[in-house]
């Protein structure tokens, strides 16, 4: 079984390598571990991921209770923003996880962001992919108090939140690739497929849990919002030399900014007069909104 833990305040790399291996009999001892105070402030900001490798002799049933009881059942078990079982675990067993392990905080707390204040584009690269891993750990755990909070829904601040951390990251990588040229050209291929994950996230995931609570301040920053990170898939499609895509990627930021079309048409008609070079504007489908 691997467990994953991922701190959201910091400002170090995100490693994928395990840190280190303990006997399952030792499981006890660290979950206890980590309910003492000097780790539980560490454990409150962090997600918990929990994945189940083998079963080895055991059945299905046995190796979940072997390996996740003592998370489940401790006396002194440690809680998380949020907690990701893998598919390999039953939805029983997934759910028992979720409501032990999972912390019960004020959805406010989970609506904070601040700008990447670094020097470097691959410091805020990596800033932002924690961003935006911290706003999909909400969507999957903390929705329901985000649209109750007090009454209100709140989950607009948390589209916008994710749409916000899908902007910035495409950005930045675009940034990183302009300064990596010649050599930048995977540097706009990620850029423009994380802006492409993230129109098909935030398509995916409604802003409004009543289509009647929207109201015209919120939809004009819905729009904005898709505007901006259409025009930022543009950018990583032109440089890349994905000359239709892009046309229809300006098409989209056009649609959800009007008030920008002159100055977006004139970007348009600029790509529709150049000479595509046949080896680089390679037909593949935009995600549109």
Request: hydrophobic share 40%.
């Amino acid at each position: 079984m691997t467990l994953g833990l991922y701190h959201f305040d910091n400002r170090l790399p995100p490693e994928n390598s395990p840190a280190f291996v303990i006997q399952a009999s030792a499981l006890p001892a660290l979950v206890s571990e980590l309910w003492m105070p000097k780790l539980y402030i560490w454990t409150m900001q962090s997600s918990l991921s929990v994945k189940l490798h083998s079963r080895f002799s055991h059945t299905e049933e046995e190796i979940e209770q072997l390996l996740l009881s003592p998370i489940v059942d401790g006396l002194l078990s440690p809680t998380f923003v949020g907690v990701l079982p893998d598919a390999s675990i039953s939805e029983t067993w997934a759910a028992k996880l979720r409501k032990r392990c999972i912390g019960q905080y004020d959805a406010g707390d989970h609506l904070c962001a601040e700008k990447a204040r670094v020097r470097l584009y691959a410091e805020a690269v990596e800033r932002y992919t924690m961003a935006i891993k911290f706003a999909r750990v909400i969507w999957e755990c903390h929705l329901q108090c985000i649209r109750e909070d007090k009454g209100h829904d709140l989950g607009i601040f948390l589209w916008l939140l994710s749409a916000d951390g899908y902007a910035s990251r495409t950005q930045m990588l675009l940034n990183k690739a302009r300064e990596s040229q010649p050599e930048g050209l995977e540097g706009y291929e990620q850029a423009r497929r994380n802006a492409e994950e993230g129109i098909a996230f935030l398509t995916s995931h409604k802003p409004f849990g009543k289509p009647d609570e929207a109201d015209e301040e919120m939809l004009y920053y819905i729009s904005r919002s898709k505007a901006k990170l259409s025009f930022r898939a543009a950018m990583a499609c032109q440089g890349l030399g994905h000359r239709h895509a892009a046309v229809s990627y300006l098409q989209q930021a056009m649609l959800y900014e009007p008030e920008s079309g002159a100055r977006i048409q004139k970007r348009i008609d600029d790509l529709l007069a150049e000479e595509s070079e046949q080896s680089k504007d390679v037909i593949r489908n935009p995600v549109l909104w």
